[in-house]
Structure formats: structure tokens, C-alpha cells
């Protein structure tokens, strides 16, 4: 059974940086396609950033965000700087393989303005 936990969430100042993390527990990590989600409060959940073969980002954080992983220690990162307001949201991990999606119960990111 594939589980997804996610860490690194906190408070940060605006313009500040923060690290996220999402570890899976079970084999065959390298092969699942992982993303980022977030969903601030009152509004639907959004893509953030994914990485398969490539990666991608939404427009509202490219060249501020970047995801990475490492499929020795399962896990993959969100390293998110010049943070806005904005970007206040909690944090899914998502993984995908075989048509099937799994979730982690998010991580709370807060930037004061």
C-alpha cells in the first residue's frame, strides 16, 4: 500500500523560502510521476509543480518554485522561494502510476504579508 507524508510546512515572511517534503513509504518509487498541489482556503485545489521525465509548473510560480526528488530516499521536494501571501495554501503530494493516484494529507504553508 503506497502512503504519502508530507513535512516542511510553517510560517514564513513574504519574499522569504521554505522546503517541503513528501516521502513514500513502499517500493517502486522512481517509477510513479509526483506532483505538488495546494489549495488555499475557499478555492479548488491546484497544480503546482509535477515531474516525470520533465518537470513542469504552473505559471503563478515558475522560476520561484522548483520540484526535485530522490528515488533512493523516496522522496520528493518542493523548494519554494520569494514566497507571496499568495502562495498560502496547504500542499498535496500526489503520485501516479498505472492509472492510479495517491494522495498525502497535505502540509500547511502560511507567508505574512
Known amino acids: 500500500q503506497v502512503q504519502l507524508v508530507e513535512s516542511g510546512g510553517g510560517l514564513v515572511q513574504t519574499g522569504g523560502s521554505l522546503n517541503i517534503s513528501c516521502t513514500m513509504s513502499g517500493n517502486l518509487f522512481s517509477i510513479y510521476d509526483m506532483g505538488w498541489f495546494r489549495q488555499a482556503p475557499g478555492k479548488q485545489r491546484e497544480l503546482v509543480a509535477h515531474?516525470?521525465?520533465?518537470?513542469n509548473y504552473a505559471d503563478a510560480v515558475k522560476g520561484r518554485f522548483t520540484i526535485s526528488r530522490d528515488n533512493v530516499k523516496n522522496t520528493v521536494y518542493l523548494h519554494m522561494k520569494t514566497l507571496r501571501p499568495e502562495d498560502t495554501a496547504v500542499y498535496y503530494c500526489k503520485a501516479d502510476r498505472f492509472g492510479i493516484s495517491y494522495w498525502g494529507k497535505g502540509t500547511l504553508v502560511t507567508v505574512s504579508s
Open positions: 515531474i516525470s521525465a520533465g518537470t
